[in-house]
């Protein structure tokens, strides 16, 4: 028998709660489920989910709360829940160490991906060190000890910063990684807000790897948000 992956759900609203509970049991998952940020918060530490899918508009308390509570002491993969209205919400999540997030109104099919991607992430943040320092997608390789990137084993020489973006990327592959943390960890602190010049780095960069920049096989755009890095090879 295998052990199943046991999931805590968060959310007040209850269809949209239901829906995600049968959706989950009926893929093998293990479910619980709480109305209330409070309760949450207390079941994550009674159940020890495997991941937290979580609505941000909570009746007791604001979401983005109880991650900050959660990230002082677990990297439990969290994926948030917010309305699509509510674009600053996910980013603000995201900056708080959320893994993903998924947009209301969401299908099966769509849940079922990002859970599963947050839980290969968080099983394998040793993977580049058991690859041997090397993030490989489909023609695309980030090789971290030559400091290169190859596109079907050609190196496409990228300049220093564009480097740094793309390993970024690759060393949190299934995560959405926001402008301005993508922005603090390259140019510092005080880059915060300046996207522009994200945006023209990450347009040289597409020019360089993908076959076709307008349709990104390896770096994909989360608008309003960042960018994510297509899922590594097995
Ligand atoms: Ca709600």
Redesign the pocket.
């Known amino acids: 028998m295998t052990i199943k992956q046991k999931i805590l759900i968060i959310?007040?609203?209850r269809s949209i709660s239901n829906f995600m509970d049968s959706v989950l049991t009926a893929h093998g998952f293990d479910t619980v489920t709480a109305q209330t940020g409070r309760e949450g918060y207390s079941m994550i530490s009674s159940h020890c989910p495997d991941l937290v899918i979580l609505?941000l508009?909570?009746p007791d308390m604001d979401g983005m709360a109880l991650i900050h509570s959660v990230r002082e002491w677990t990297r439990l993969p969290i994926i948030v829940v917010s309305a699509r209205s509510h674009e600053r919400d996910k980013v603000e999540a995201l900056d708080a160490g959320a893994d993903d997030y998924i947009t209301k109104p969401f299908g099966t099919s769509e849940l079922l991906a990002r859970i599963r991607t947050a839980l290969r992430h968080s099983l394998n943040s040793d993977e580049l060190a058991a690859n041997n320092g090397v993030f490989t997608s489909g023609a695309l390789t980030v090789d971290y000890n030559k400091h290169q990137v190859l596109v079907d084993g050609v190196n496409v020489h990228l300049t220093q910063n564009e480097f740094k973006i793309v390993s970024l990327l690759g060393r949190h592959a299934g995560k959405v990684l926001t402008y301005d943390y993508l922005l603090k960890e390259i140019w510092g602190p005080a880059a915060k807000g300046n996207n522009q010049v994200l945006r023209v780095h990450m347009a040289n960069i597409r020019r360089k790897i993908e076959k076709n920049p307008a349709e990104p096989e390896y770096i994909f755009t989360e608008v309003g948000v960042g960018y994510r890095i297509a899922e590594p090879d097995r």
């Open positions: 959310e007040d609203e609505d508009g909570l």
